[in-house]
Every structure is written in structure tokens, then in C-alpha cells.
Nanobody
Framework: QVQLVESGGTLAQPGGSLRLSCAASGFTFSSYAMSWARQAPGKGFEWVSAIYSDGSDTYYANSVKGRFTISRDNAKNTLYLQMNSLKPEDTARYYC??????????????????WGQGTQVTVSS
């Protein structure tokens, strides 16, 4: 069965960096566009970033553009999110997700068919 398992979330200081990982299994990872989304306390889900199946193109929400970098290693079936210049408003639970049908949709979390359980990122001094 499809499994997405995130890791790497922790407490970080403002201005710091973190790298999140998402280990995928149960499907042909290299055939699917993938995405990161987040949910801050008391708020709805926010689309963060997406990457095509071959890693050829990447997309970012304006709130993270220039600070976050999405990447993937298809040989290791792993998705990454490098987070730099962290801000307190980046505090959220971060989820890895697979787009259904392999297509990529910018700016929405409604086109996923599988999500991971999430990993908590807290940015605070």
C-alpha cells in the first residue's frame, strides 16, 4: 500500500534551517508529481511547494519562495524540503503528499490522493 513517512521536523530558531524528508513506498515514486503542504495551529491546510516526477520543475508558495527548496531523489524514493531563513510563521505541521494521476496542480491541496502523517516544525526563540 502507498505510504508516505515524513521526518526531520523539530524546534528551530528564527533564521535557522531544517531539512524535511519524506520516504515513499508502495508505488512507483518516479512516476508521480509530489508536494509539501502545511497546517499551522488553528488554520487550514496551505500548499507550500511541488515538484514534477522527474524533478525538472519546482513551484513555491509566495510565503516560502526564496527560502525553501523542494527536491527529490527518485533512486531513494525520497522527497525533501530544505527550509532556510525560518520564521515563526513557518510553525506548522508539514505534510508530504502525492498528486493523483501524476499531474501537478499549483496552489491547491485538493488534488492529492495520499498524505503522510506529518512532521511538526516549530520556529521559536
Amino acid at each position: 500500500q502507498v505510504q508516505l513517512v515524513e521526518s526531520g521536523g523539530t524546534l528551530a530558531q528564527p533564521g535557522g534551517s531544517l531539512r524535511l524528508s519524506c520516504a515513499a513506498s508502495g508505488f512507483t515514486f518516479s512516476s508521480y508529481a509530489m508536494s509539501w503542504a502545511r497546517q499551522a495551529p488553528g488554520k487550514g491546510f496551505e500548499w507550500v511547494s511541488a515538484i514534477y516526477s522527474d524533478g525538472s520543475d519546482t513551484y513555491y508558495a509566495n510565503s516560502v519562495k526564496g527560502r525553501f527548496t523542494i527536491s527529490r531523489d527518485n533512486a531513494k524514493n525520497t522527497l525533501y524540503l530544505q527550509m532556510n531563513s525560518l520564521k515563526p510563521e513557518d510553525t506548522a505541521r508539514y505534510y508530504c503528499a502525492r498528486y493523483r494521476n501524476g499531474d501537478l496542480y499549483i496552489g491547491t491541496t485538493e488534488k492529492y490522493d495520499y498524505w503522510g502523517q506529518g512532521t511538526q516544525v516549530t520556529v521559536s526563540s
